[in-house]
């Protein structure tokens, strides 16, 4: 099965700007894996932020954008904040009516 | 704005069926997909499969041959069963509306999860 994949870690400082990505173990992500992202802090449900690619959820700041860079989506954040200190998934549509997650990254803002 | 509820055993024995039910409430489950998605401790998200409302189902394929999704839509409920579970199928189980790939594609709501520990 494929592997969706992301980075396990990155780091932000407050006010900086950083962009994680979702790859594919084999190919290149373009829209058609419609890729979408969710945000979710400990113990809670997760959150989501971008979908279709670079469409923002409802309610979600402008400081979130989607993209796909090179031959990977990615999730841009603009001006980190401290609450912005989460974990992010990426979910990829791989068709025929099936989904995979990307492992997540834990992103800190220090 | 739609809202999503996880119910059912918080424990379940090796071997036995886990069964999970989502309520709906905010608007009706008809017209919509379905989905449940899990998370083990300490780990990332999976997707289990979606259900549309006339029935239809697609389920990921390492976990095909144990779930069975079924959607009550009287009662604004779908479910999940996983059956011969293991210590590994214990997790956050998570239901969301979506995906349905029109113009887009994504978990759009989602429930609060519900954990489900196997043990004997």
């Known amino acids: 099965q494929t592997v969706v994949t992301q980075e396990p870690s990155f780091s932000v400082s407050p006010g900086g700007t950083v962009t994680l990505t979702c790859g594919l173990s084999?190919?290149?992500?373009?829209?058609?894996?419609?890729p979408s992202w969710y945000q979710q802090t400990p113990g809670q449900a997760p959150r989501t932020l971008i979908y279709?690619?670079?469409t923002r959820s409802s309610g979600v700041p402008d400081r979130f954008s989607g993209s796909i860079l090179g031959n990977k989506a990615a999730l841009t954040i603009t001006g980190a904040q401290a609450d912005d200190a989460s974990d992010y998934y990426c979910?990829?549509?791989?068709?025929?009516?099936?989904?995979?997650f990307g492992g997540g990254t834990k992103l800190t803002v220090l | 704005q739609v809202q999503l509820q996880e119910s059912g055993p918080g424990l379940v024995k090796p071997s036995e069926t886990l069964s999970l039910t989502c309520t709906v409430s905010?608007?009706?489950?008809?017209?919509?997909?379905w989905s449940w998605i899990r998370q083990p401790a300490g780990k990332g998200l999976e997707w289990i499969g979606r259900?549309?409302?006339?029935?239809?189902?697609n389920y990921n394929p390492s976990l095909k041959s144990r779930v069975t999704m079924s959607v009550d839509t009287s009662k604004n409920q779908f479910s999940l069963k996983l059956s011969s579970v293991t210590a590994a199928d214990t997790a956050v189980y998570y239901c969301?509306?979506?995906?349905?790939?029109?113009?887009?594609?994504?978990?759009?709501?989602w429930g609060q999860g519900t954990l489900v520990t196997v043990s004997s």
């Open positions: 279709s690619t670079n």
């Open positions: 259900i549309y409302t006339s029935g239809s189902t």
């Open positions: 979910v990829l549509y791989m068709g025929s009516g099936s989904w995979v």
């Open positions: 084999s190919g290149s992500v373009s829209t058609s894996y419609y």
């Open positions: 969301a509306r979506g995906p349905y790939c029109g113009s887009d594609c994504y978990f759009e709501n």
């Open positions: 905010g608007g009706s489950i008809s017209g919509y997909y």
